[in-house]
């Protein structure tokens, strides 16, 4: 379009050289009707030039937002500094530590419901807001995009009707709060809803949160993913709306379960020890294959994909962690995807806050030294 525009923009010099230069009557009138008629094209594609351009940067093109997004880390959702920021663990200093690491962005766990506590019209305690704004504040000043990830599906997932007024109203009030962010700041709708959500009631909740985030944010980048904790089985049973471009999909990654759930206290895994995996040609094609039929889906579907959750719980041994983080962050590379690694601190640590260290080994896994 631009070039079309600046090829007119050439003609229409073009032939207002010819008309001042012209001695000949009849030519100076043809030129003339040239000119004008190569105006009017001008400024038809000129404006037309203007809109696309507008509308390109507006809603940005999700493809593009997704590539920038790259590789980043799940963090604060179970901080102590939502309840006071005096006790938190995270610091200031922490989004530095994870830009200079190589990472590209943060997905902050929100959880609206527990420390928002949504009042009878909805209204979410100021006290979320501040947290949340410092959060948002400190990750773009580091040069980090943000996911607002809405991390309350502990809290909705057992009672989907009964928690849908708060959920709602809690976006609503979110969406307000942040619409004057820039394009650098995503929305996920729900993490991980679970089995109560049946693909049908997702559909219904998805629509309705979009519908109240596009009020207030009709160019935000919009996050979702399938109903069955985010997992790549859901994509097809995940229906999104053809009028809303302006989405990524994201999935969430951890089989096999009896390695990186092992001793892991929330899953029937808690009693497993001793799961290795050591990058098999079987172990690494189980990942491949479930790679490969999400890029399907995606392909099929022409959405941009983002891995917005795996990893290996700390009981795993470590050279099994490292193996199957790098596989796994490697195979979404290999097809473009986003990533965000669970987590920063508190289990599935990649970086340990009380001794102030990187989990050197689990960081060069997912950053590779060669790519920093
Ligand atoms: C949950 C965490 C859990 C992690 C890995 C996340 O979505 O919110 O509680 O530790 O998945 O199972």
């Known amino acids: 379009?631009?070039?079309?525009?600046?090829?007119?923009?050439?003609?229409?010099?073009?032939?207002?050289?010819t008309f001042a230069l012209?001695?000949?009557?009849?030519?100076?009138?043809?030129?003339?009707?040239?000119?004008?008629i190569f105006l009017i094209v001008m400024t038809v594609v000129g404006m037309s030039a203007v809109r696309t351009a507008g509308a390109q940067t507006q809603a940005p093109d999700p493809f593009a937002v997704n590539q920038r997004l790259g590789r980043g880390v799940n963090i604060i959702g179970w901080d102590p500094l939502w309840q006071d920021r005096a006790r938190g663990r995270f610091q200031d200093e922490h989004f530095k530590l994870i830009r200079e690491a190589g990472f590209n962005h943060v997905r902050i766990n929100l959880h609206p419901l527990r420390d928002g506590k949504p009042d009878a019209n909805g209204k979410l305690r100021e006290e979320f807001f501040k947290t949340l704004d410092w959060a948002v504040d400190q990750s773009l000043a580091n040069g980090l995009m943000v996911i607002l990830d809405y991390h309350d599906d502990l809290a909705i997932s057992p009672d989907p009707p009964g928690k849908k007024k708060d959920f709602l109203a809690s976006w609503a009030a979110i969406a307000e709060h942040c619409k004057s962010r820039p394009p650098e700041?995503?929305?996920?709708?729900?993490?991980?809803?679970?089995?109560?959500?049946t693909s049908e009631l997702w559909d219904q909740f998805c629509r309705e949160a979009l519908q109240i985030i596009r009020r207030s944010n009709p160019d935000r980048t919009v996050i979702v993913g399938p109903a069955m904790w985010n997992g790549i089985g859901g994509l097809d049973r995940l229906v999104l709306p053809d009028d809303d471009q302006n989405l990524i999909v994201t999935v969430h990654y951890y089989t096999p379960m009896e390695?990186?759930?092992?001793?892991?206290?929330?899953?029937?895994?808690?009693?497993?020890?001793?799961?290795?995996?050591?990058?098999?040609?079987?172990?690494t094609a189980a990942i491949a294959r479930d790679f490969d039929k999400a890029q399907a889906w995606a392909t099929q579907h022409r959405r941009p994909l983002y891995l917005g959750e795996f990893g290996a719980y700390d009981k795993a041994d470590m050279p099994s962690r490292v193996r199957y983080i790098s596989c796994v962050a490697r195979e979404a590379e290999k097809r473009k995807w986003s990533w965000a690694h669970w987590q920063f601190d508190g289990d599935f640590i990649v970086?340990?806050?009380?001794?102030?260290?990187?989990?050197?080994?689990?960081?060069d896994a997912l950053i590779p030294l060669s790519s920093r």
């Open 22 to 36: 012209c001695p000949s009557k009849t030519l100076l009138s043809l030129s003339f009707m040239n000119a004008r």
């Open 351 to 363: 970086y340990d806050i009380r001794n102030k260290r990187w989990v050197e080994t689990i960081r």
């Open 1 to 17: 379009m631009f070039a079309a525009a600046s090829t007119a923009f050439c003609h229409a010099h073009a032939i207002q050289l």
């Open 185 to 197: 700041v995503l929305f996920e709708i729900l993490n991980e809803p679970a089995p109560k959500f």
């Open 259 to 283: 390695f990186t759930h092992q001793g892991a206290p929330w899953t029937s895994h808690r009693q497993t020890t001793g799961v290795a995996w050591n990058a098999t040609p079987q172990e």
